[in-house]
């Protein structure tokens, strides 16, 4: 099971996010395979390790970070849709 870091402030929301879509992936704190931020920067770019909450991320990198914590593409949409994480330069309709 791939761990994600996130955001003591945006724990319980993910926890419960995660359980109620039945995705495999732990939560805690700190230290992890992917961290999740709350910014309030708008349109901040998301990386491969990194997911920034209202940010924007491009498909190659969703389906990246999809393959490095071990969920499908349409859970990492779900979770993308939930962080209001817009996707950018689509490539497969994937998101």
């Known amino acids: 099971m791939k761990i994600i870091s996130v955001d ?16 495999d992936i732990e939560i805690q704190a700190d230290g992890g395979d992917l961290k999740i931020e709350d910014t309030s ?12 909450s209202r940010g924007r991320i491009s498909c190659s990198t969703a389906r990246a ?6 969920i499908p ?7 993308l849709n939930h962080l209001n994480i ?7 309709g994937c998101f």
Not at 41 to 52: I, R, W
Not at 65 to 70: D, H, L, T, V
């Open 8 to 23: 003591e402030s945006m724990s319980a929301g993910i926890k419960k996010f995660v359980a109620e879509n039945s995705i």
């Open 41 to 52: 920067a708008e349109k901040q770019d998301c990386t491969l390790s990194v997911l920034y």
């Open 65 to 70: 970070i999809a393959k490095n914590i071990e």
């Open 73 to 79: 593409l349409a859970a990492m949409g779900e979770l």
């Open 86 to 92: 817009k996707v950018k330069q689509c490539e497969l």
